[in-house]
Structure formats: structure tokens, C-alpha cells
């Protein structure tokens, strides 16, 4: 197979017989192998952040009936190019009484917690990072990171507002993360493993048909977990300056940037490869450049409902979030495991399957409805009677 | 390879800083922080051992995975006694918590 | 010395440096910091020993909620100046020489003991080691009864620990 087949394939033969000649011992030999992957990886997650960036702004604009970024190159395309070449020419500044190494540290951490994840990410039969056996808690393992990164961004800048930022954050991040890890568990029980390519490799049926709640619930909870509108709390420009990032400036705060912009993409990439097959399409098999774009095209959904939910909703109050949450994310997300659970070992083999699955997340989705309508009638019943009193008096 | 007895004497200063940490330190945060660092001394042992005595029986992991949980109960009750601590008295200091002391 | 030994040598040595700065620094989030690198180094031992679900697990609750937890109390509890000033106490000589001490006595009792000088791994035989974890905290002749006390711990901590911290009315 020639280098359209497997070019990834193809490359890496190429580098192995560039370094053959040197005879290094097999441990370097491993060591180079891995650097270079490692290196593609991490550069294929940040070049693609350039054009996702355009992306969210002429999308966004559609929806705000303007046109977007037009001016820089055709359609704009060199836009992200001109505000890279403005934020690295920018000064530099740190807060006199800041804690300098802390500062400095925590958008490193923010974007490194991000890529981390691409680490097992299975863009195509053959082509994946790593397929460590416990991936899908490894996805969640480096997520705490993120956490870190903004408590210590929030605390080092010596700032109120930044302070206050990373309090907010850590409220709605630890909270969102407990449905974003039980919903995890789903594939993770549906395909019975939690490597990800052995998720993608059993959705022979995509998992979205057999649990859809699961993965709108996830959706909801990854989009809160990455703090971006409607759970924007932690930078809500309008209420702590810009949350915990206010005291960054140039490319310290590009990294910050491009970390969420990254990470949200990242969680398109999750909820194509749990819930909607991977990289899994007709031709793939043969041709791993297919499945890459089978998966980057599937990604786009979950990137493309972000930025929808972001330029339709507003943000919603710190207290709505945490009760939005643990009122209703949580219980909903523990019903919906363990109703996936009991069908999936009743039906599990039998043409039953999907109908049972899809009747039982009906049955789910009804009830939280009707939950959520008798909560709300009870409230509206204790609420006091709106007193009538004029507008203006008559002197 | 690495020899088990390198795990065993990290794992032994590991316990031995956090001993000391748990004995010195007068805030009330580091003490817990330093149980943390005894505790995962303690780990490094339990796994080190599944794995270089008996690979085969899963319970060396079992044992480590019932010590994070003991680890987060012990972390979310003593931040709680912390706060509420410094909620009564404005201080963490375990110095000045001495009303039943005699 | 093999690769897997220099690793090993680097991690040991960041573990007990993080670990140092962690009972030395007088500055709470940082001692928090060194304690978040203290606990990575040894989700990376984890890794090394070959159980990768524990070292994800150290990794997703150590870091992700015990070191959390631990600056969040340490800025709640801001204000108490006079444990800032004087980070020890008048025993930390004597805990030091106990803690001395306790490390000397350590290594000579395990250096007595005929498994210490055990220097290569016997392979692991089973094909899923994760899946062997799972089964034995289901299975009834496993760990399941561990498993629910150790669930039930929990629940019970949290519960307690939500009843001690909450902010009661005064006269109460």
C-alpha cells in the first residue's frame, strides 16, 4: 500500500529506514519513535485549533446575522493568523505581586491538560497515540488538571476578580464532572471495555441509537465542564472581568485561549468516538485517511451544538447551575445508568435490543419531564400572588 | 529491572517525612496534607508487593484501592472539622486547640 | 542501570523533594503544589509497578479531588495568620529525630526480611488485569463485602462531613 493507503504508515517506515543507519540501540530507537508521535499528536491538536477558531467566529456570526471575519485572506481564513501575530506582539506583563512560578506554570498546564487527552484518541483503525486499557478514566484522570491549572492561574494573579473566577470554576467544574463521569460509564458498560478503540471497534450499532439520552446528558455536562455559554461563570466578562485569566496578557492568555477552543473540540472528538462510532464508516477499514475524516466530520456535531448553545442561550445564575446540576444532571444520569445497565444484561443478543433500549430511555425521558413539570407547578403554587400596584401615583 | 527494595525505601522515607510533618506542623491543612503523603507511602508498598511477591493474586490492588477510599473520607471529614474549626475559633493552629487538653 | 532504574531514580527523587517542600514551606499553596507533584510521582511509580488503573485512579481522586479540596480549605482559611508565622511546633526537633528515627529502623527490619532482595518481577499472567480488579470486588467469593463497608465509609464521611462544616445559626 502506497502512501494515499496509510500515509502515517507510510511515514514512519520512511523515518525507521532514515535512522536505521545509525544502529542506536532499540531503546532510543523506541524513545525517537514515540518523541516524533508524540510531537505529530500534539501539533495536529494545536494547528487544528487555528482553524477552529475561524470556524466558531463565522459560524457565530451566521448566527448573529453577520458575516464574520472577512477581510484577512479568502472568507477570512487568515484572521486567526493576524490575532496569533497580535497576541504574541503584545506585551508580556505579570503582576507585581504575583506569584511569579505559579503564574507562569498555569497555562502551561491548561493547554497540556487538554492535549493530553489526544493521547488516546483513535483517529483511525491503526492510528491512535496509545490504547491503554482504562482510557475512558484516563480522559477524566487528566481533566483534573485543567482544574488545577485555573485554581492556580485564579490564586497566583493576586487578583479578586481572578480569585473569584477560580472559585466559581472549581464549583461548576468539580460538580458538572460527576454526570460527565457517569455518563462516561456508559459505552463503557454497553462496549464492556474502557479502552477506546476497543469502544469504537464494538459500535457496530452506534451508541447514540441505543442510549441518546446518555450521550445528550454527557454532551451537557463536557460543554458545562469546559465553562463555556450558558456555564460561563468562570469568565462572565460582565460580572469578575474576565474570571480567572484577567491578569494575563500576550501569549500567556493565547494559551488560555487556545486551550478552551482545543478542549470544546476535544469534547466533539469524545462524543464522536463514545456515542457516534469513531472513525467508523463505509471504506474505512481499507483506507485509514478515510476514517480520519469520517471522525473529524463527526467531531464537527458536537463542535457545531457548542457554539450553537453558545450564541442562542444566556448565561445562567451561579445558584440555577449548581441546582440545575445536582437536582436534576445527577439523578437523571444515575437513572439512565442503571436502566442501561438492567436492559442491557435482559436484552443483550436479542433483536429486542434497541427497541428495548430506545423504550427505556423514553420512559426516562418522560419521567424527568413530568418531574420537572410537577416541580415546577409546586413552585408556582407557593409562589405569592404578584401584588398589582400602579405604575406611576397621581398626585 | 528495578529491585523491590528501592519501592520499600522510597516508601519508608516517604512515611518518614510525612511523620514528620503530621508531628511538627502546627496548621491543621499540612497535618492532613502529610496523613496524605503517609498514606500513599503505604500504597507504594501494598502495590509494590502485589506485584513482586504475588502478581497473579489481584489483592495487593484491591487493598490500595480501599486505602484511596478510606483517604477521600479522611480528607472530606477533616477539611470539614477544618472549616467548621476555623469557623468557631479563627484559627487552625492545632497548638491553640488545646479546651480539652489539661 | 537500565532506563526503567534512571526513571525510577528521577521520580524517587521528585517524590521526596515535593514531599520536603511540601512539611517545609511556610506558604500553604504552595506546600499544596509540591503535594499535587508528590502524588503525580507516585501515580507515575503506579505505572512503573504495571497497575495502570491505580495510578489513573491516584491521579483522577489525589489530584483531582484531594489536592483541589486541600487549596480550597487552605484559602477558606486565609485569615489565621499566627500558623503562617510560626509553621512548627516547639517538638519539631525531636520529630525530626523521631522521624529519623523511624526511617533508620525501617530499613534495618526490612533489610532482615528474605523478600527484600527480590530484584525481578515474576510476568503477570492474566490477559485483563482490570477486568480480574472488577470481578473481584463483585464476585461473592471476592471482595464484595470490603467493597460496600468501603462504600458505606464513604457515604457516611460525606454525609458527616456536610453536617460539621455546615454554617449553623447562632444559639444552636
Same mark, same amino acid.
Given at each position: 500500500m502506497g502512501f494515499l493507503g496509510d500515509p502515517i504508515k507510510f511515514i514512519g517506515d520512511w523515518l525507521k529506514s532514515l535512522i536505521a543507519p545509525l544502529n542506536l540501540p532499540p531503546v532510543w530507537e523506541t524513545f525517537l519513535s514515540t518523541l516524533t508521535s508524540v510531537i505529530a499528536v500534539a501539533s495536529f491538536g494545536l494547528l487544528i485549533v487555528i482553524f477552529l477558531i475561524w470556524v466558531e467566529r463565522k459560524v457565530a456570526a451566521r448566527f448573529q446575522d453577520r458575516l464574520g471575519p472577512n477581510r484577512a485572506g479568502k472568507y477570512g481564513l487568515l484572521q486567526t493568523f493576524a490575532d496569533m501575530v497580535k497576541l504574541i506582539t503584545k506585551e508580556d506583563t505579570t503582576p507585581e505581586t504575583a506569584d511569579k512560578v505559579v503564574f507562569n506554570i498555569a497555562p502551561v498546564l491548561s493547554v497540556v491538560s487538554v492535549l493530553l487527552i489526544w493521547a488516546v484518541v483513535p483517529f483511525a483503525p491503526t492510528w491512535f497515540g496509545t490504547d491503554i486499557n482504562v482510557g475512558v478514566l484516563y480522559i477524566a484522570a487528566v481533566g483534573s488538571f485543567g482544574i488545577l491549572s485555573i485554581l492556580m492561574a485564579g490564586w497566583s494573579s493576586n487578583n479578586k476578580y481572578a480569585l473569584l473566577g477560580a472559585f466559581r470554576a472549581v464549583a461548576q467544574l468539580i460538580s458538572y464532572e460527576v454526570p460527565m463521569l457517569i455518563m462516561l460509564m456508559v459505552p463503557v458498560l454497553l462496549a464492556s471495555s474502557m479502552g477506546m478503540v476497543?469502544?469504537?471497534?464494538?459500535?457496530?450499532?452506534?451508541?447514540?441509537?441505543?442510549?441518546?439520552?446518555?450521550?445528550?446528558?454527557?454532551?451537557?455536562?463536557?460543554?458545562?465542564?469546559?465553562?463555556?455559554?450558558?456555564?460561563?461563570?468562570?469568565?462572565?466578562?460582565?460580572?469578575?472581568?474576565?474570571?480567572?485569566?484577567?491578569?494575563y496578557s500576550g501569549m500567556k492568555f493565547g494559551m488560555f485561549f487556545a486551550a478552551e477552543f482545543l478542549h470544546i473540540f476535544t469534547v466533539g472528538v469524545l462524543f464522536a468516538i463514545l456515542f457516534m462510532g469513531g472513525w467508523r464508516g463505509p471504506g474505512a477499514e481499507q483506507f485509514p485517511l478515510l476514517g480520519m475524516v469520517y471522525l473529524m466530520a463527526k467531531s464537527t456535531v458536537g463542535y457545531f451544538i457548542a457554539i450553537w448553545m453558545r450564541s442562542t442561550l444566556p448565561r445562567i445564575r451561579i445558584d440555577h447551575m449548581l441546582a440545575f446540576n445536582w437536582k436534576f444532571l445527577v439523578p437523571l444520569s444515575l437513572a439512565i445508568l442503571i436502566v442501561t445497565a438492567i436492559l442491557h444484561k435482559l436484552f443483550a443478543a436479542t433483536t429486542l435490543y434497541i427497541p428495548a433500549m430506545l423504550v427505556g430511555n423514553l420512559v426516562i425521558f418522560l419521567a424527568s419531564l413530568g418531574a420537572l413539570r410537577a416541580v415546577a407547578q409546586r413552585q408556582r403554587k407557593q409562589r405569592k400572588p404578584f401584588k398589582k400596584r400602579p405604575v406611576a401615583k397621581a398626585a | 529491572m528495578i529491585p523491590l527494595s528501592w519501592y520499600l525505601i522510597l516508601a519508608a522515607a516517604l512515611f518518614c517525612i510525612g511523620f514528620y510533618g503530621v508531628l511538627a506542623r502546627r496548621n491543621a491543612v499540612v497535618i492532613l496534607m502529610s496523613v496524605e503523603l503517609m498514606l500513599n507511602a503505604v500504597n507504594i508498598n501494598l502495590v509494590a508487593f502485589w506485584r513482586y511477591l504475588n502478581p497473579n493474586d489481584i489483592s495487593g490492588q484491591v487493598f490500595a484501592i480501599i486505602v484511596f477510599a478510606v483517604a477521600a473520607a479522611e480528607v472530606a471529614v477533616g477539611l470539614a472539622l477544618v472549616i467548621s474549626l476555623y469557623r468557631n475559633r479563627k484559627t487552625i493552629s492545632v497548638d491553640e486547640v488545646d479546651l480539652m487538653k489539661w | 542501570m537500565s532506563t526503567v532504574q534512571i526513571v525510577f531514580l528521577f521520580v524517587g527523587f521528585m517524590i521526596l523533594l515535593a514531599a520536603w517542600m511540601m512539611v517545609s514551606r511556610s506558604n500553604l499553596v504552595h506546600s499544596a503544589l509540591w503535594l499535587v507533584v508528590a502524588l503525580f510521582g507516585v501515580a507515575v511509580l503506579f505505572v512503573l509497578l504495571e497497575a495502570g488503573y491505580l495510578a489513573v485512579i491516584q491521579v483522577l481522586v489525589y489530584i483531582g479531588a484531594i489536592a483541589i479540596l486541600m487549596i480550597f480549605a487552605v484559602m477558606l482559611t486565609r485569615g489565621d495568620v499566627e500558623s503562617l508565622t510560626h509553621i512548627t511546633n516547639r517538638y519539631a526537633g525531636w520529630a525530626a529525630v523521631m522521624g529519623a528515627f523511624l526511617l533508620f529502623g525501617l530499613v534495618i527490619v526490612l533489610g532482615q526480611?528474605?523478600?527484600?532482595?527480590? &530484584?525481578? =518481577?515474576?510476568?503477570?499472567? +492474566?490477559?485483563?488485569?482490570?477486568?480480574?480488579?472488577?470481578?473481584?470486588?463483585?464476585?461473592?467469593?471476592?471482595? &464484595?463485602? =470490603?467493597?460496600?463497608?468501603? +462504600?458505606?465509609?464513604?457515604?457516611?464521611?460525606?454525609?458527616?462531613a456536610i453536617y460539621a462544616a455546615f454554617p449553623r445559626k447562632k444559639g444552636e
Open positions: 476497543d469502544i469504537v471497534a464494538r459500535q457496530d450499532m452506534w451508541f447514540i441509537v441505543v442510549a441518546p439520552l446518555a450521550a445528550v446528558v454527557f454532551l451537557i455536562s463536557a460543554i458545562a465542564e469546559v465553562g463555556r455559554t450558558p456555564f460561563d461563570l468562570l469568565e462572565a466578562e460582565s460580572e469578575i472581568v474576565a474570571g480567572f485569566h484577567t491578569e | - | 526480611w528474605p523478600a527484600f532482595q527480590t &530484584t525481578s =518481577p515474576e510476568a503477570i499472567e +492474566s490477559a485483563n488485569p482490570v477486568l480480574d480488579l472488577g470481578m473481584a470486588f463483585v464476585s461473592p467469593d471476592g471482595f &464484595t463485602v =470490603p467493597f460496600i463497608v468501603a +462504600s458505606v465509609l464513604l457515604l457516611a464521611a460525606f454525609i458527616g
